[in-house]
C-alpha cells in the first residue's frame, strides 16, 4: 500500500513568477496566468485580427528604398493555405507613393 504526504498550504502549481507571458501576449478569450496576473488566471488582452486587414498608414521608407505599411497591433492568423494579409486602399496607396 502507499503512503500519501500531504502539504498544508500553496504547493505547486504555476506563479507569476514561473512564466513569461503578460496577458498582452495572449489572445482575448483564452485564460492563464502571466506575469502580469498576480497569480491569478486571467484572460489575454491580444486582439484576433483574422486573416487580413486594411493598412492603417502606407508610406514611402526612401532611406531605405521601399515602401511601408502599418497594421493594428494583434493576432493574424492564418487559414487555410491563405496567409495573413495587408491591403490598402487605392486612395491610402496613391497617396503613399505621391500620385495624388
Given at each position: 500500500m502507499a503512503d500519501a504526504i500531504l502539504m498544508a498550504g500553496g504547493t505547486g502549481g504555476v506563479s507569476s513568477d514561473d512564466v513569461t507571458a503578460g496577458k498582452a501576449q495572449v489572445l482575448q478569450g483564452y485564460k492563464t496566468?502571466?506575469?502580469d496576473s498576480d497569480d491569478e488566471i486571467i484572460e489575454g488582452t491580444m486582439v484576433n485580427r483574422g486573416n487580413g486587414m486594411v493598412t492603417v498608414e502606407f508610406g514611402d521608407a526612401y532611406w531605405e528604398s521601399k515602401y511601408f505599411a502599418r497594421m493594428e497591433q494583434g493576432?493574424?492568423?492564418q487559414v487555410d493555405q491563405w496567409k495573413p494579409y495587408v491591403s490598402i486602399p487605392y486612395a491610402v496607396l496613391a497617396n503613399g507613393i505621391?500620385?495624388?
Open positions: 496566468v502571466t506575469t493576432y493574424y492568423a505621391h500620385l495624388d
